[in-house]
């Protein structure tokens, strides 16, 4: 009776990605005498989240890669499940892929059973039309849905009912400070007076660092005095730093790597570009719009995810051209505090928080199970 519910999050992994930064928000926030939180991942190593999972009290488990058609993967699966019955609520971020677990969960006898949509439009890749497939039988096995926005929820959920589950964050942490933007510049070694372009994301194809490294060369042929910030990591980073040098702009662009102090290097940018080829509500928008950061995105992402009047979208068909001339007018406007905007919009993340804690509770009451 004095325990805490234990809910087990499935994921790919708990890296600085999006959806794994948006799910320790909530963690970090919640009442964990109340709500525990527990990882089922799919890789083999430690992740960047891993530390602070353990020191929150959660648990992380692991199991092979997920291969949705390989009848051993499932059959791991369904042994996780029979060897940890006080799992009650299963919440799944798999993306199209989360009917698997979802279906196993059901055969298991989980009666909560949440899929989380956090991105949308991915049938603009014929890579994913296997995904598409999986992503048609969702409904049938979730007895929740949840997603990052409209649009991604309409994709992901194909007209069943959905409810809505911002990417909330600590807006505190955000605020337009300029006493801290000199303070970073100065840590960064960038000048009060360069032209700052930021970018917060892994370094993954849907991101499109490629071409944002293209508009960044034409940005810095008419601005020599700019640079382009990139905070993240992953797989395709040694591309791009090859790409960078190719173009001759390597000493005009700053990898930062994986960093916890986001909040911080935001205050150095004088804007955002967000070329992304699909997205759902990317936290790193909300993030960056709450430390007033004018931002430049493209229409893979979604209208709705302007909250404060401070997103404007192109299509990526205007080119490199097109780009870099928005860019250099989106980074003539100027930052301002637009913290509290965020808030009134609905993304307080104490607020947030005591939502999904008592959706939890609420759900494990019903089941009439005291653990």
Known sequence: MNQPIRVLHVVTYMGRGGLETMIMNYYRHIDRSKVQFDFLVH??????????????????????????WSRSYRKILEQFFCVHPEYKIVHVHQD?????????????GIPVRIAHSHSASQDK???YLLKLYYKRSIPTYATQLFACGEEAGRWMFGGAPYRVVNNAINTN???????????????????????VIG?????????NHTF???????????????VLLLVGDGNLRPEMEKKAADLGIANRVIFTGIRSDVPDLMQAMDCFAFPSIYEGIPVTLIEAQAAGIPCLVSDGVPAECDKTGLIKRLPLAAGVAGWAEMLMKTGQL?????????????YDIDANARWLQEFYLNEFSLLGDCQ
């Not at 989240?49 to 353990?54: C, F, L, P, R, S």
């Not at 199209?96 to 298991?108: E, F, G, H, T």
């Not at 801290?180 to 009060?192: D, G, N, V």
């Not at 944002?212 to 700019?226: G, H, K, M, T």
Request: glycine share 4%; net charge neutral; hydrophobic share 35%.
């Open 43 to 68: 890789r083999d190593f430690r992740a960047d989240y891993d530390d602070e999972i353990e020191s929150l009290g959660g648990r992380i488990y692991r199991i092979p890669r997920l291969v949705p």
């Open 212 to 226: 944002l490294l293209d508009v960044f060369a034409e940005v810095n042929q008419q601005d020599p005095n700019s």
């Open 96 to 108: 199209c892929l989360s009917s698997v677990a979802l279906k196993i969960a059901q055969k298991c």
């Open 173 to 195: 942490l955000y605020a337009y400070d300029p006493q801290r933007t000199c303070e970073i510049r100065t840590a960064l070694k960038i000048s009060h007076d360069t032209f």
């Open 125 to 127: 890749n014929l890579k």
């Open 199 to 207: 970018h917060v994301g892994r370094f993954d194809a849907v991101k």
């Open 334 to 346: 100027s930052r301002q505090n637009t913290a509290e905007q965020i808030v009134r919009a609905g």
